[in-house]
């Protein structure tokens, strides 16, 4: 049985003060499965709500900020609930321990997990210093009403939190505290600063990389620069001739330098004479990859999906068309490169490590560094710092187990860094897929039939998938999101993925699996949607409404047969979907008679797509024909980006907004760069041969448009306002130059 | 094959730093970048890549522009440099404050870089134009994605000054 106290307690902390611990649920990206929804045996706080008698009001929140405001946002939860002003909550990052089990970001789960506990723990609290004071007061509860951290009484009675908060303690946590409905909140909903601005303006945010100890050292590591290398031997003579280099040693990874400063140890690696074994991956060409993977999506993988006749229906029809879509390999290339600082002391039982890390997954850096040093868990402290850049690449912990191989060796604190070069080549990648998608239609253009194949190479980066996860239907739907739950009804439906292996490390990536699908499939929906001679906002809506004779809540005609509750969740996406997609029709009139003409050497084009979580994003691309800016530039530039999104209840409009402005230009950095390979190594190891979004790329005009919904829960944001931008952009190209672009990334000579 | 080991003799080079005159000790190699990080502390300056490319590293020289990386102790002798740390006691300076207005930061860590680069076209340019504006900022990278709200930024302060 659920009840309150398996997500709220409360105690009173030492020197007076009020402490609500709250749980957060397990992260499922860190922990690579959704947590049960079964009640745990004993509640664990993993969250805490502290109001000091002093006053100070300290959020204890485990989520890491990379940049999607998460602290911010969280804060402004609680501050809601508490009837506080967000400036007076302080947060306190929480380091992995027994109570902090779960402290993972990522899944853009951070704002649904934490807001009904953050609501509650917020709500609780309140509710408990109105307790306070109406019996400190010996009034009626309904007499005292909160403000600004301060209850007020009849007449000129008020106290601050701060001075209730010891008396508070000690009632009982309410079973059912009353949370604040839309209408009454007054910081959810508002745009606020971000928490952290200050800090970053002034160069006061301490990042991975900012970690300073006395006495440190600085290491870099050589490592084999092909697939699968690893060490034969190594000459360290020169490298320990470098000013300032203080040893260098071999760890499981290749050859660690340790140096007083950064560049010494930088500078000592360039000494290094060492010898590589070939390795497993030695000649890998991923442009022969590429090709294996075009002829592997001709063949019939494992199938995913099955609906009606699946792909069997395409043979009767008359109308068919197919098209094959490729997408590439791509690194994060994160500003702030991987880094981990590590501190081994003691001997024996007395061992201890202590870690600071910019993670996205705290606990596993716990538990991966103490299993590679002997230890318990409860003797590897970890410090959780700013995040310059997570993307997925940062629930790895590759980096920090390297760390820790590091500091056993060597007495003093030492921060590990990976350089650009480091960070690019040796990381994990978004992994590069071919999708092969085909449809028959009637004389009208209706879709009767879709068969959606991909091939491409699931995780295994953090751990193998076994050879029966590699046949299991199941594990390789899970691997293709945008692809089996494709939001357009179709009767007869077919997926399937076929695996082909490639020894590049494959690993969570920003959206991890949905970019390449919905690129192909919001692509090749246009391509139909062109035959049809549709627009391809109608084309789309069209495919998303109920068909005749299945009620909706719109016309309220029961169904014949009753829907499972999946079938009402994938009907209530698609009417959400179809929502976004008119929005956009009608904020840009584009596709409509008579409004938005488009201009000479002008294209447009629309992508859409529900993510996992429900969040629905359309966008809405304009581009232009423009000469290239720089040698390898496109023939193009963007005009105009029109974003609609329903991201359910909007805790910051503008933190809304800066998360779709980083959504297009991720997507964007993804539709012209890319990570090659070449003889088993990485041939983009910098940020100019890895091209990314700059400057010179901003659209002249982005506007973003937010949908009002009565939904109580927020969706996420980070992931969902990835994918559906690529094929925006492809589909409007394919209007501007009158062919389809089919290849990611583009390249110049697909203008040619 | 290893090139041949730098002779990097520790040095002396004098400098100003946000004010205040510096004596750096250190191999004449040594670039500024490290030093500013690793010998002093001062890690408002990033590191992203060494080589020039992202901008990260970016601070004030006089009143250009220049990648911290790429200027070695020796170089920076008798020159005045400002890091983000100097820019402002309490981080008031007219494009921190836009910065803040305008919400442009998420991640953050190339922010330093792209408010010192704004600050040096600022110096050389008052009303500067959308080109000088592009080419100035062409050298950073953002992953984030926050150069639309750096253009508005921009925008501010030139709106906002007298």
Redesign the interface.
Known sequence: MSTRRDFLVGSAVAGGGLLLGLRLPVNAAERGSPESNAPASSFRPNAWLRIAAGGGIVLVVGRS?????VRTALAKIVAEELDVDLAQVELEQASPSAEYDDLGTGGSSSMSDGWMPLRQAGAAARAMLLGAAARRWEVSVDACRTAAGRVHGPGDRSASYGELAAEAAHARVPFSPVLKSAAQRKTIGQ?S??F????????????G??V?RPGML?AVVARPPRFGGSLRSFDAA?AL???GVRACFAIPSGVAVIAE???SA??GR????IEWTEGTGPSFESAAHHARLASAVEESGVTTRKDGRGRAALAAAALRHHAVYAYPFAA??????VNSTAHVTGERSGRKCEIWAATQAPNTVQTKCAEALGLKPSAVTVHVT??????GRRLGVDFNVESVEIARQVAEPVQL?W??DDDLAHGYFQAAAAHRLEAACDGSGRILAWDHRKASTPHNARSKPSAAELADAEYLADSSWGVTDNPYLVADFESSYRVVDSPVPIGPWRAVFAPSSVFARESFIDELAAFGHRAPVDFRRELLAEPEGVSSRANGVRAAVPATPDELRRRGRRERLSGALERLATVTGWWREGTAALPPDHGRGVAADVFHTGTCVAYGVEVQRAAPLRPGDLPFGIARVVAVVDCGVVIDP?GVA?QV??????SL?NAFGESTFENGRLRET???TFR????????EA?EIHIVDTAEERPRGLGEPVVSPFAPALANALAQLFGRRFRRLPLRPEDFA | ???E??S?V?ARFAFTLNGQSREARG?R???LL?YL???L???????????G??G?CTVVEGSTAVRACQVTIEQASGKNYT???G??P??THPV?RA??AE?V????????GM?LEVVALLLRDARPGASE??SA??G????????????KAIERVVHEQP
């Open positions: 900020e990379m940049g999607q405001g745009p600063p971000r952290d601005g200050p800090a970053i303006v002034t160069g006061r945010a301490l990042y990389l900012d300073r600085f020169r001739a470098f000013p400063s950064t560049w930088i500078s360039d000494q290094l004479a994060h290339g994160a500003v702030e490169p700013l995040i310059g850049g997570g993307f860094l350089t650009r503008d800066q402005e980083s959504g297009i230009f991720w950095s910098n940020l100019e990314v979004a700059r400057y010179r790329h901003l659209p982005i | 094959m290893p090139q080991v730098p990097p520790p191999p190699d040594l670039p490290w990080r690793d010998t502390g001062l890690t408002g300056t990033k590191f992203g890549c060494g080589k490319i992202c990260a890091t983000i740390e820019l402002s309490d981080g921190q910065w803040l919400n930061a998420q991640c953050g860590y190339c922010q330093p408010i504006i592009a900022l062409d950073h990278v953002c992953r984030c994605g926050s150069y639309p709200r750096i253009r």
